[in-house]
């Protein structure tokens, strides 16, 4: 929805903000974590707060959306407050409030809707709603160097708790979507393996348990037995599923002997996450391959989201690139891990060039917790390095 606010922000009013950097305070709620990020338009975060909530869940053995919802109400004020502070901000010096429209858990939304909603009446800010898989695909614009970042188009694949996507991107606006998920996400499937194997969340959730687990070095390589390879579905295919590579854990696991030691559990997290990196470079060859076809030159990759903050997945698709386009290189971009996951700094970031071209959403718009990435309507940019 971009309709007329019942305040006219003027073009001179714009001109004068973009003049000294445009300054967005942004809220985040899709799932898990409560999060608020004051960016600016010269591409300083100058504040990220995030509070997860990974010890609420991990008895539920996911997000339980009710206890979700609750604490998100409880811990977003404070959330404002620090990001205030850390940003030496008054909320009247913001320019632009900026929200997670969707996708997402409904009633987990609407609490940072709400919020920002609000705020933004009172305050007489222009208000933008910002699609949730878009800011993880921009976030290395806000990452990297100018000069180094992504080139579109581009490919991006978002791998998250809740999203498995293969992406071009042809603009700040425009996706296509190349490949998605026929079942799980990758996110969830690395933490239903992290529950089979009966893995503590620890303070970062399953999937980072996870992770760590495979990581063990108090077990010899020698001592750890042989587990057959996890299947890669659907070859050939620009298609993803995980809900079977989680069910080969579970159909291994439920063959095996009744109590599975410590080195049997890490040789099983080991090549489950094999499995998962062996998926995932060769969809991303499919995508490369599919785009050349149709004359699209491919320069750069952007891998975001969650999921996009395991260290093992990220040497793997950095090998996987450069051994498609040897003579070529194709760049691999990642944002910092700590941006990787849910957090309002994309948030800020993916509604900016709105605020910059004067294209504000009205207080009274809707939340889309399903939501295509390709409808996103087109807007005309301004450069933000000129800013």
């Given at each position: 929805m971009h309709v007329a606010l019942d305040v006219?922000?003027?073009?001179?009013?714009?001109?004068?903000?973009?003049?000294?950097?445009?300054?967005?305070?942004a809220f985040e709620s899709s799932a898990d974590?409560?999060?608020?990020?004051?960016?600016?338009?010269?591409?300083?975060?100058?504040?990220?707060?995030?509070?997860?909530?990974?010890?609420?869940?991990?008895?539920?053995g996911g997000i339980h959306p009710s206890v979700a919802i609750e604490a998100h109400q409880r811990n977003l004020p404070g959330a404002v407050r620090r990001a205030l502070d850390d940003a030496r901000m008054k909320v009247n010096d913001v320019d632009g409030i900026a929200f997670t429209r969707g996708p997402g858990i409904g009633g987990c939304l609407s609490v940072s809707s709400n919020a920002a909603k609000s705020l933004a009446a009172s305050l007489h800010k222009p208000l933008v709603g910002v699609h949730h898989m878009q800011a993880h695909a921009l976030t290395p614009l806000l990452t990297t160097p100018i000069s180094e970042g992504p080139r579109f188009p581009f490919l991006t694949l978002l791998i998250s708790g809740g999203h498995t996507l293969l992406l071009l991107a042809t603009s700040h606006t425009a996706f296509r979507v190349l490949a998605t998920t026929a079942d799980a996400s990758i996110g969830r499937s690395f933490d239903k393996a992290a529950r089979l194997l009966g893995l503590a969340w620890g303070t970062k959730g399953p999937g980072a348990a996870l992770e760590q687990f495979c990581l063990n070095?108090?077990?010899?390589?020698?001592?750890?037995?042989?587990?057959?390879?996890?299947?890669?579905?659907?070859?050939?295919?620009?298609?993803?599923?995980f809900a079977c590579l989680h069910s080969s854990v579970e159909r291994y696991i439920a063959s095996s002997p009744s109590s599975l030691s410590q080195a049997h559990k890490v040789a099983i997290a080991r090549e489950f996450q094999n499995a998962a990196a062996r998926q995932l470079?060769?969809?991303?060859?499919?995508?490369l391959e599919k785009s050349a076809l149709r004359g699209i030159k491919i320069q750069d990759v952007v891998v975001s989201g969650g999921v996009a903050s395991n260290s093992f997945l990220r040497a793997r698709q950095v090998g996987c690139l450069d051994e498609y386009s040897p003579d070529e290189p194709i760049k691999l971009l990642f944002p910092p891990p700590e941006l990787c996951t849910d957090n309002a700094a994309m948030i800020a970031w993916a509604s900016m060039h709105r605020f910059l071209a004067g294209d504000y959403d009205d207080y009274t718009i809707d939340l889309r917790p399903k939501w295509s990435i390709e409808t996103l309507p087109a807007v005309h940019t301004v450069p933000l390095e000129a800013s």
């Amino acid at each position: 929805m971009h309709v007329a606010l019942d305040v006219v922000f003027s073009r001179a009013n714009l001109v004068q903000q973009t003049s000294r950097s445009f300054t967005v305070l942004a809220f985040e709620s899709s799932a898990d974590d409560t999060c608020v990020a004051v960016v600016n338009s010269s591409r300083k975060i100058l504040s990220n707060v995030v509070v997860k909530q990974h010890d609420l869940h991990e008895g539920f053995g996911g997000i339980h959306p009710s206890v979700a919802i609750e604490a998100h109400q409880r811990n977003l004020p404070g959330a404002v407050r620090r990001a205030l502070d850390d940003a030496r901000m008054k909320v009247n010096d913001v320019d632009g409030i900026a929200f997670t429209r969707g996708p997402g858990i409904g009633g987990c939304l609407s609490v940072s809707s709400n919020a920002a909603k609000s705020l933004a009446a009172s305050l007489h800010k222009p208000l933008v709603g910002v699609h949730h898989m878009q800011a993880h695909a921009l976030t290395p614009l806000l990452t990297t160097p100018i000069s180094e970042g992504p080139r579109f188009p581009f490919l991006t694949l978002l791998i998250s708790g809740g999203h498995t996507l293969l992406l071009l991107a042809t603009s700040h606006t425009a996706f296509r979507v190349l490949a998605t998920t026929a079942d799980a996400s990758i996110g969830r499937s690395f933490d239903k393996a992290a529950r089979l194997l009966g893995l503590a969340w620890g303070t970062k959730g399953p999937g980072a348990a996870l992770e760590q687990f495979c990581l063990n070095t108090d077990i010899d390589s020698a001592d750890l037995p042989q587990i057959p390879p996890f299947p890669v579905p659907m070859p050939g295919k620009l298609a993803f599923s995980f809900a079977c590579l989680h069910s080969s854990v579970e159909r291994y696991i439920a063959s095996s002997p009744s109590s599975l030691s410590q080195a049997h559990k890490v040789a099983i997290a080991r090549e489950f996450q094999n499995a998962a990196a062996r998926q995932l470079c060769a969809k991303l060859v499919l995508g490369l391959e599919k785009s050349a076809l149709r004359g699209i030159k491919i320069q750069d990759v952007v891998v975001s989201g969650g999921v996009a903050s395991n260290s093992f997945l990220r040497a793997r698709q950095v090998g996987c690139l450069d051994e498609y386009s040897p003579d070529e290189p194709i760049k691999l971009l990642f944002p910092p891990p700590e941006l990787c996951t849910d957090n309002a700094a994309m948030i800020a970031w993916a509604s900016m060039h709105r605020f910059l071209a004067g294209d504000y959403d009205d207080y009274t718009i809707d939340l889309r917790p399903k939501w295509s990435i390709e409808t996103l309507p087109a807007v005309h940019t301004v450069p933000l390095e000129a800013s």
